[in-house]
C-alpha cells in the first residue's frame, strides 16, 4: 500500500520535472535568488489556492510564481490578504488548465482561477509598454495601453516599488528579486523602480499607492521616491474617478486609513479627490467626526471585523451633507425633501471626481435620511424606527454625530437604552407626543406623486 503510494508521487514528481524540463525558462541572471534559509517565509500563510494554482500551471509545462504584495507580506511575516499569480502561461492556456476559471478583462487579460470561494488571479508577465512603438502615453505621459506581453524580467520593471517586484516560487520555495526589493524591506524602505517622476506620470495612482502602502506596512518612503509627490499631486485630477474610487476605498478599509488621511494631507493629495472632504476637514466639527469614523473603522478591521464602505462615504460627506441641507431648508424647502435635495447635490458633486458606486450610495442616503428620525422619540415613531432594515448602521451613525459634539449625547444615550428596554420601560422613555394631531389628517396620496414612501412617511411626522 505504501509502497504504491510512494510510486505513484514519486511518478507525478518525475513527470512534473518532465514537464519543467520542458518549458523554454525565464532568464533569470539579472536577479537576486534568495533561499528559504534567509527569506524564512512561513509556507503556512500562504492559501492552499495559490499553491495548487502554481502547480497546475508547472505540471502543464509554464512557470508560475507568487508575486506582488502576497511576497512583500510574507516576507513581512504579515498573512497576505490576497494571492497573485503571474506566469508564462498566456491567458488562453490558464484558462485551460484549469477547469473553474474565466479571463477577465479587455485591456489586459487575466484569467480568475476558482477555488471553492477563493479566487486567484493569474497573469501572464507583461512586457515594457514602450515595446511596440507607437504612442502608449497620453500628453501628461500617463499609460494609457499597456497590454503586451512580455519576460519575468520585464515584468519586474513595470511594477511599481521594488518589494512588490518579488517572485516566489513554491516548488523550490526561492525568492528572485530583480530590483533589491528584501534589501529596501529590511530597511523599511518603500522605493519605486525606476524614475519615480517617470513613473508617476506613467500612472498618478502610483502616488496614493505610496502613501497606502507605506501606512500600512509602516514603511518610509524613500526620499528620492517622496520628492517628486507634491509637484505631480495635480495629475490625480486626470485620473478616471472610478479608478480613483478604488484606490480610496482600499486605502479607507486598509485598517489604517487615519494615517493614510493624515498622510495625504502632509502630501497636498487629498484636494480634489475627495473636494467636499477637503471642506470638511477644515471645519473643526467636521474634522472631529471624520477622524473618529476613521478610526472606528481602523479598530474594526484590526480586530478581523469588516466594515461597510456605505458607511464610511456616509461619514465623509456627512457634514457637506449638513451645510447643503440647511441651505435648501433656508430656501423655503420643508426639511425632508431638503435633505432629499441636499443627499442628490452632494453625491451629483463627489461623482465628479471619485464616483461613488451606485451600489454604495443608496445605502448612504438610507443611513442620512434616518438621522432627523432619531430625534422623533415620541407615539409610535421610535417603534417604526427600530423596524427599518438599517437601524443598526443609522444608530452607530447618531452615536458618531454624538460622539463627535454635533448633537447631544442624551439622544444616543436614549436610543441605546431604548433598544434594548422592556416593553413597560419603553413605554415610560417614551417622550411627550407634542405634534399638533389636529393638523394630522389623512391625505390620499395623489396620483403622479414623486415624492418616495419615505419622503411622504417623514413629512407627516414632520408637518
Ligand atoms: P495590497 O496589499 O493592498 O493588495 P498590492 O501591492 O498587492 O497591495 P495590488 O493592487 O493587489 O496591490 O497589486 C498587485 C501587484 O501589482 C503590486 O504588488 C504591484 O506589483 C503591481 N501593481 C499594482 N498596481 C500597480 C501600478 N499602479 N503600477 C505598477 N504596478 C502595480
Ligand atoms: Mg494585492
Redesign the pocket.
Known amino acids: 500500500m505504501i509502497k504504491k503510494f510512494l510510486q505513484k508521487v514519486f511518478n507525478k514528481r518525475a513527470k512534473a520535472d518532465a514537464a519543467i524540463n520542458n518549458a523554454e525558462l525565464s532568464d533569470t541572471s539579472a536577479a537576486k535568488v534568495i533561499s528559504a534559509k534567509h527569506h524564512k517565509i512561513d509556507k503556512s500563510l500562504i492559501s492552499q489556492s495559490a499553491l495548487k494554482t502554481c502547480d497546475g500551471l508547472q505540471k502543464a509545462g509554464f512557470e508560475a510564481f507568487i508575486?506582488?504584495?502576497?511576497v512583500?507580506?510574507l516576507l513581512m511575516n504579515v498573512k497576505?490578504?490576497?494571492f497573485?499569480i503571474a506566469t508564462n502561461a498566456t491567458p488562453e492556456e490558464v484558462y485551460k488548465v484549469f477547469r473553474r476559471s474565466r479571463i477577465i478583462g479587455r485591456r489586459f487579460r487575466l484569467v480568475h482561477v476558482l477555488w471553492g470561494n477563493e479566487t486567484i488571479e493569474v497573469s501572464t508577465f507583461r512586457g515594457h509598454h514602450l515595446a511596440e512603438g507607437d504612442a502608449l502615453t497620453n500628453d501628461s505621459g500617463r499609460i494609457i495601453r499597456d497590454n503586451i506581453f512580455g519576460s519575468l524580467e520585464e515584468d519586474a520593471v513595470?511594477?511599481?516599488?521594488t518589494?512588490?517586484?518579488l517572485y516566489y516560487n513554491p516548488a523550490n520555495e526561492q525568492v528572485l528579486d530583480f530590483h533589491n526589493g528584501v534589501a529596501d524591506l529590511k530597511n523599511n524602505l518603500l522605493r519605486m523602480i525606476g524614475d519615480p517622476t517617470i513613473?508617476y506620470q506613467?500612472?498618478p495612482?502610483?502616488m496614493l499607492?505610496a502613501v497606502?502602502?507605506s501606512a500600512?506596512l509602516g514603511l518610509k518612503i524613500e526620499k528620492s521616491t517622496q520628492a517628486p509627490i507634491q509637484k505631480l499631486a495635480d495629475l490625480l485630477q486626470d485620473v478616471p474617478p472610478s479608478r480613483l474610487f478604488d484606490e480610496m476605498l482600499?486605502l479607507f478599509l486598509?485598517g489604517h486609513a487615519v494615517e493614510s488621511i493624515n498622510a495625504l494631507r502632509e502630501q497636498h493629495l487629498h484636494h480634489g479627490l475627495l473636494p467636499l472632504l477637503d471642506v470638511v476637514l477644515e471645519q473643526p466639527l467636521g474634522e472631529k467626526f471624520v477622524m473618529l469614523a476613521l478610526k472606528n473603522t481602523d479598530d474594526r478591521i484590526r480586530i478581523g471585523k469588516s466594515s461597510n464602505p456605505s458607511f464610511l462615504f456616509a461619514t465623509l460627506l456627512w457634514h457637506e451633507m449638513l451645510v447643503a441641507w440647511k441651505k435648501y431648508q433656508a430656501q423655503d424647502n420643508h426639511p425632508i425633501p431638503a435633505l432629499h435635495m441636499a443627499m442628490n447635490e452632494v453625491i451629483d458633486i463627489q461623482a465628479g471626481k471619485m464616483a461613488i458606486h451606485n451600489r454604495f450610495t443608496a445605502t448612504m442616503k438610507e443611513i442620512w435620511a434616518m438621522q432627523p428620525r432619531f430625534e422623533q422619540r415620541a407615539g409610535r415613531r421610535p417603534y417604526a424606527l427600530l423596524t427599518h432594515p438599517r437601524y443598526r448602521a443609522g444608530y452607530d451613525f447618531l452615536l458618531l454625530r454624538c460622539e463627535s459634539g454635533e448633537i447631544d449625547p442624551e439622544i444616543g444615550d436614549w436610543w441605546t437604552e431604548f433598544a434594548d428596554a422592556s416593553t413597560e420601560r419603553r413605554t415610560e422613555m417614551l417622550l411627550p407626543d407634542t405634534s399638533p394631531k389636529k393638523r394630522r389628517r389623512k391625505r390620499k396620496k395623489p396620483a403622479n406623486s414623486d415624492k418616495t414612501l419615505l419622503e411622504s412617511v417623514a413629512s407627516e411626522h414632520i408637518d
Open positions: 508575486v506582488g504584495g502576497a512583500r507580506d497576505p490578504k490576497d497573485d513595470r511594477r511599481d516599488f518589494a512588490n517586484a513613473r506613467e500612472d495612482v502610483r499607492r497606502r502602502l500600512k482600499k486598509s
